[in-house]
């Protein structure tokens, strides 16, 4: 308990002594009313629960690793998180973003009979069983792909939707470099140890984020625990999944170069945790230390979401326009995440607004910059936008703002 704490207990243990047991106690009588109410003042004011610090993160026995909010996109803990790592079958989460890109853009289609090819049907490691000049449903190569880790699936699937392996590793690529995944190169669609097919711990967590946020109605697919196929029911190998009910995904790897790999997410109330332990020991070292870094999240930090998209924050005077007040907003809903009970300590700002604001204006022009500071330190920032347009006004209406604005 801190001090203020300990020194209201004694102060309610004096006024206590003094003001009830008046018959043990030599009290002046006019001050024995006001002892009493000063006693039940004290006794109704709550005691001051001690501030929770944020600990350190929890170090992992692993290569690398990172937790990641999902809403607000900060880091919350990290330890070479952009060191080049063989990604092993976690690689599967961009091979499953790009076969949802080609679904998304009617490519292809989920009842779509794939032909297995030899190659695919050759694979190695973990395997749907799938075989060999047989078709298969798009849909159910998905889930061999992402609950049976199915190296033929993945193959089958690049080979459908780019024609061979090679031209959908040059997709795989493509669609790094614009998810903004700066550290990673991919030579094939499995995680097949290879030259130069490597990613980071950050930029498998941000393929992540963006796999959840880009195609939900595929996501839920990570989370199902079982799938059989040819007579053969193979388990989800992500050990959270039946280890902690908010957990919902994403996709483990393994090799013997890369170790044991997981990457997880799980959502507790409104907020969503990724984290990204890459080579680790064992499976049950992988899974511990995913859901160390998840426990550690979500027990001392909250995420707030401070203003949607399009909410009007502030209006300002707009000069020799058809209207006098522009609304300032925010292109993005933005949020925060902070460690617990500091909220009524943030600071939001508006900065740099553009003075004087003259018409014409188009929606969505640059209006400045939102700030969120905490302590003192600007934590989260976006740009403030115009959310309408205002044409200029009238020849007089310009006029007389000129003219107004001569004595601003």
């Known amino acids: 308990m801190r001090k203020s704490a300990t020194s209201l207990v004694s102060l309610r243990t004096f006024f206590y002594n003094a003001a009830c047991p008046f018959d043990t106690m030599d009290v002046y009588p006019p001050m024995k009313p006001l002892l009493a109410l000063l006693t039940t003042l004290l006794f109704t004011l709550p005691l001051v629960a001690p501030a929770v610090p944020t600990p350190t993160a929890p170090k992992l026995a692993a290569k690398a690793w990172v937790l990641l909010d999902y809403n607000s996109n900060q880091t919350l803990a990290e330890h070479n998180a952009d060191e080049r790592i063989e990604p092993a079958s976690i690689t599967k989460i961009m091979t499953s973003y790009v076969v949802y890109s080609a679904l998304r853009e009617g490519l292809i289609s989920l009842d779509d009979a794939v032909e297995v090819s030899e190659k695919a049907w050759r694979m190695k490691g973990s395997r749907m069983f799938v075989e060999v000049n047989k078709q298969v449903r798009l849909e159910d190569l998905i889930r061999g792909l992402v609950i049976q880790s199915g190296n033929d699936a ?14 959908f590793a040059e997709q795989m690529n493509v669609t790094a470099q614009q998810l903004g995944m700066r550290g990673s190169h991919f030579v094939n669609a499995t995680g097949w140890p290879q030259a130069e097919h490597y990613t980071t711990a950050r930029d498998v967590a941000i393929l992540a984020r963006a796999l959840i946020k880009d195609f939900p109605e595929h996501y839920p697919i990570y989370a199902e625990k079982t799938f059989e196929y040819n007579n053969i029911k193979q388990p989800n ?16 790897g393994h090799t ?66 058809e209207r006098e007040m522009l609304d300032i907003g925010s292109a993005q ?5 902070i460690p617990r009970g500091q909220y009524k300590n943030l600071k939001p700002s508006l900065e740099n607004i553009p003075v004087p604001v003259e018409a014409p204006v ?10 969120v500071s905490l302590d003192g330190a600007v934590i989260e920032q976006a740009p403030a936008i115009a959310l309408q347009d205002v044409p200029a006004g009238s020849f007089f209406a310009q006029a007389w703002d000129t003219l107004l604005l001569l004595f601003e």
């Open 154 to 167: 993945a193959v089958a699937l690049a080979e459908h939707v780019a024609g061979t392996e090679e031209g």
């Open 237 to 252: 190998r992500n050990r959270l999944l039946w280890r902690d009910s908010s957990v919902d995904g994403l996709k483990t």
């Open 256 to 321: 013997e170069a890369a170790g044991y790999c997981l990457a997880a997410s799980a959502k507790r109330g409104e907020m969503r945790l990724i984290s990204v332990v890459m080579g680790t020991a064992s499976d049950s070292a992988r899974a511990k230390h995913s859901q160390a870094l998840l426990n550690y999240g979500f027990r001392y930090y909250e995420t707030h979401k401070l203003y949607s998209a399009g909410e009007v924050l502030r209006q300002v005077r707009v000069w020799k326009g």
């Open 333 to 337: 809903d933005i949020y925060v995440t």
């Open 362 to 371: 188009a929606k969505a022009a640059p209006m400045g910059e939102i700030r």
